[in-house]
């Protein structure tokens, strides 16, 4: 929507939310933060549109650079009065990954999380499949892999390292 003022309250929250399935996360730029979970509601009142946002953690760095792609992405699209907010409860966790993002984690060789809710082996580190094999005999190296939000594993069947989503 080109005029910079939004109508029909319906039509302009599908049409952001359109516009915002292709934000990506700056930490794992194959996912979006419609994938992740992280992009909580749109809502139109008035000439404003409200975005809410969720974190991955009440620390994550990316949060900002998250809500500027938001404003950014909006205003190129002609949408000038827009609140983003930042909305800590309830807290995220990766059972909001979309099954997209799962599949999109596998993609580049990054173990999507086991379900908290159903299996609590995968916070122990173990059962981890691996993305490139899918074998289950893996071992964890490492608490911490490329971002906070990731373990380092190996595989014990095709020995390569790969990062595992965390469970949160």
Do not use: N
Request: glycine letters at 6%; hydrophobic letters at 40%; aromatic letters at 6%.
């Amino acid at each position: 929507m080109a005029t910079g003022r939004p109508t029909g309250s319906a039509t302009v929250v599908a049409t952001v939310r359109e516009l915002l399935e292709d934000v990506r996360d700056p930490e794992i730029p194959v996912l979006t933060l419609a994938d992740l979970g992280v992009l909580r509601d749109v809502a139109v009142e008035g000439g404003c549109v409200t975005v809410t946002i969720t974190p991955t953690y009440s620390g994550c760095p990316a949060m900002h650079t998250m809500e500027a792609d938001v404003r950014r992405v909006l205003a190129e699209a002609g949408y000038r009065d827009v609140v983003v907010k930042t909305r800590l409860a309830p807290a995220w966790t990766t059972d909001w990954l979309t099954p997209a993002a799962h599949a999109k984690l596998r993609s580049v060789g990054i173990a999507p999380p086991v379900s908290v809710t159903t299996d609590k082996r995968a916070l122990l580190g173990q059962d981890v499949p691996c993305p490139r094999c899918a074998s289950g005999r893996t071992e964890k190296v490492s608490e911490f892999g490329s971002t906070a939000c990731k373990a380092l594993y190996r595989c014990r069947d095709c020995l390569e390292p790969f990062d595992y989503f965390k469970c949160l």
